[in-house]
């Protein structure tokens, strides 16, 4: 599984608390606490120590941490093996590190493209 976020444009540090609509039009790292909604343009990752309450939208999402909403990805989601998601996911491709927890449905294949 690849590593989240090195070039993330924008970054939540793990000292800062959002609560809103998140809109994201690059690719962002969220080590913080976001709660409400999160709409990206690109991809996203969710940093070990990174919690989002929040229904997530993106390209790619890469889970390390924990997300407490649905999480809906254009290309692709990835949980590591800290990661927890609590919610459904919606994907074209998802992986699940071992270790990984979800509490939720999984929808993936080429037909998910089209939702």
């Known amino acids: 599984m690849s590593e989240p ?5 924008f970054v939540i540090p793990a000292v800062a608390e959002f609560e809103g609509t998140l809109v994201l039009p690059g690719p962002a790292r969220i080590d ?14 969710v940093g070990s120590g990174g919690f989002v309450g929040a229904d997530l939208s993106g390209n790619r999402i890469v889970v390390a941490g924990t997300v407490e909403g649905d999480v809906f990805a254009r290309t692709s989601i990835e949980l590591h093996a ?25 929808r993936s294949g080429e037909r998910v493209r089209a939702v």
Do not use: F, Y
């Not at 976020?5 to 444009?9: C, F, I, Q, R």
């Not at 913080?32 to 990752?45: C, E």
């Open 82 to 106: 800290t990661g927890c998601v609590r919610g459904d996911l919606t994907a074209p491709s998802l992986r699940l590190a071992e270790g990984a927890v979800v509490d939720g449905a999984c």
């Open 32 to 45: 913080g606490r976001v709660r409400g909604k999160v709409l990206a343009d690109s991809d996203v990752w």
């Open 5 to 9: 976020g090195p070039a993330a444009l």
